[in-house]
């Protein structure tokens, strides 16, 4: 297999599993607004130190001004209400705050900036905040609970998407009801 479509197919599965490489020091970790991770190298970037290495997100309580301002699409009047918006119970407050985004746009921020939330309790709202879940997955995700062990999740949601779409969306959520 020649060179570049190996690093391509390289960089597209260390994105779809949340990759837990860290920038260099005086790298710079923006990329373009764009496509959902798992569908572009450039999601490969990974986030600042600050970020929980499970996840490879930026926690919008514990974000520093800088650290946000990291996050395609994070504007520094976005980073300065995020900021002011904490704490933060779930991602609905965080959305509140990002207004003038396009869905797309909030999309890619979603794909750096998030707070895990918990499969049994989220509601349907929060749910459909998870880049490129609609109302279907939505379903699906809530058609089985309650969730005993993230294994559960990957067997279920397994049946409806392939492995590194399960592998993505488990980035997003927790169990701990």
């Not at 002011?84 to 746009?105: C, F, H, I, K, W």
Request: glycine share 8%; aromatic share 6%.
């Amino acid at each position: 297999m020649n060179r570049p479509i190996l690093a391509l197919i390289l960089c597209s599965l260390a994105a779809a599993c949340g990759g837990d490489a860290e920038p260099e020091a005086g790298q710079s970790s923006a990329t373009t607004i764009g496509p959902a991770a798992g569908d572009s190298p450039a999601a490969a970037v990974a986030a600042p130190e600050a970020a929980p290495a499970a996840t490879g997100f930026i926690d919008p309580n514990t974000a520093s001004r800088e650290e946000l301002l990291t996050v395609p699409g994070i504007t520094p009047e976005l980073a300065d209400a995020v900021i002011a918006g904490r704490p933060y119970q779930d991602m609905r407050g965080v959305n509140a705050r990002l207004t003038g985004l396009s869905e797309q746009q909030r999309d890619s921020v979603y794909t750096r900036l998030w707070k895990p939330l918990d499969l049994n309790t989220a509601t349907a709202e929060e749910i459909e905040l998870i880049p490129g879940v609609g109302g279907r997955m939505r379903h699906e995700f809530e058609e089985y609970r309650p969730y005993r062990a993230i294994e559960q999740f990957r067997r279920e949601i397994g049946k409806y998407v392939d492995p590194a779409e399960v592998a993505r969306l488990e980035r997003y959520v927790v169990i701990t009801s």
